[in-house]
């Protein structure tokens, strides 16, 4: 009996650890920033979008990417696309902007052998080749109100024709947007199409300035420098001045531009050792200056452009009603009839030697909008 009992111990021992070996292990409880791969940041700003990102990407909704230029829309994209069910998929990304309208709806779309001079082939289409996946579309705010109402077409219906031919078909495909447009005042101008604006702004996310995420320029700028040391074959690090200057600077290219104000003071560093004296900044040789150069004269010394007068956000309908703020002052017309303090506009105008076209980009307003204040 001793011999039967230890037996039938040890088979529902052996039955048990192979049971635990089949199944499967949690899933680790992993922090946000390590969630979302690529994008990084643990300041308060950067951490409500992740928050959006992770609620957005269990979804199947249309999401649209709003921010200033340089904040990572497609890195956003792809975070998005990695963080939903879709993830296996394709990722697939189209710049709206960098072409035509005709050679726009080839890309999309596709075309059939003879279509028109020059397709001497089938071409598959952006849409056929997400099937399954996410379909990126960047700068949708420039495309032509003609091209608006077949893209609204598929959006709606999921299905269209290749050009040039007569077969309708039909895509699963996840759509995000992005723009840095105000597609609020283009859809006022006729210049977009409402009913394309609501079926593209159903979860809307708005990226926020570097001026936004001051506490994340660090570890941002130092991630910079080891890719360039990584691809230069050096090991170059930032001194601790250094790092102050960088956090004291605006950037108004955002990220995109901190990464070129490292790569290029890197590049042109004498030492291992980056300093604040290495900046082009202190020979007045910054980029940000020429382009945001004021002609009442600015110290030479200024790190950066002068700080950017914070946005006055206001509501964007989101899905599930949620709000979230639109990119800049006066991007809900509606809502926003008027600037903001008249000391404001005439600091912004000062700044910019009263040049009104440049003071309007420093507000991140219209120069029309500018002259009826």
């Known amino acids: 009996d001793r ?4 037996k039938q111990r040890l ?11 089949a199944r499967p292990a949690p899933m680790p409880q992993r922090s946000r920033a390590s969630t979302i791969a690529g994008i990084v940041g643990g300041g308060p700003a950067i951490r409500a979008v992740l928050k959006r990102v992770d609620a957005a990407a269990r979804s199947n909704a249309t999401v649209l990417l709003r921010g200033e230029t340089g904040t990572g829309k497609e890195l956003f994209a792809r975070a998005i696309h990695d963080a939903s069910p879709r993830a296996k998929g394709p ?14 709806e080839s890309e999309l779309f596709g075309h059939e052998k003879g279509a028109f001079t020059g397709a001497i082939n089938q071409r598959i289409g952006r849409f056929e080749l997400a099937h399954g996946g996410t379909l990126f579309l960047d700068e949708i705010g ?15 219906e999921g299905e269209f024709e290749r050009v040039g031919g007569a077969k309708t078909l039909k895509v699963d495909v996840r759509i995000v947007c992005a723009t840095n447009r105000n597609l609020e005042e283009a859809v006022a101008k006729n210049q977009f199409r409402a009913d394309l604006y609501y079926r593209i702004n159903v979860v809307t996310l708005l990226l926020p300035p570097l001026r936004q995420r001051v506490e994340d320029i660090p570890a941002l700028a130092r991630l910079f420098l080891e890719r360039f040391s990584n691809e230069n074959g050096r090991d170059m690090h930032f001194s601790e001045a250094a790092i102050e200057t960088l956090t ?5 290219g955002n990220v995109r531009e901190l990464e070129n104000c490292v790569r290029r003071t890197a590049a042109l560093a004498p030492d291992d050792e980056i300093d604040d004296r290495d900046f082009a900044c202190v020979t007045g040789d910054c980029l940000s200056r020429t382009l945001w150069k004021s002609h009442v004269g600015a110290p030479t010394t200024a790190p950066a452009a002068a700080p950017l007068p914070e946005s006055h956000l206001f509501p964007i309908v989101a899905e599930g009603g949620e709000s979230a703020p639109c990119p800049a002052p006066g991007a809900c ?17 000062e700044r910019t030697g009263w040049v009104q076209a440049k ?3 420093l507000l991140g307003l219209t120069p029309r909008q500018i002259g009826y204040a």
């Open 3 to 6: 011999l039967i009992s230890e």
């Open 11 to 21: 088979e529902k021992q052996l039955s048990d650890a192979r049971e635990d070996e």
């Open 91 to 104: 990722f697939v990304k189209v710049n709206c902007a960098a072409l035509s309208e005709s050679v726009l």
């Open 142 to 156: 420039e495309i032509s109100p003609a091209f608006q109402a077949k893209l609204l077409r598929v959006l709606q």
């Open 248 to 252: 004291t600077c605006v950037f108004p």
């Open 333 to 349: 017309p509606v809502t926003h009839p008027h600037i903001g303090e008249r000391e404001r506009l005439v600091d912004a105008m």
């Open 359 to 361: 003071a309007a980009r």
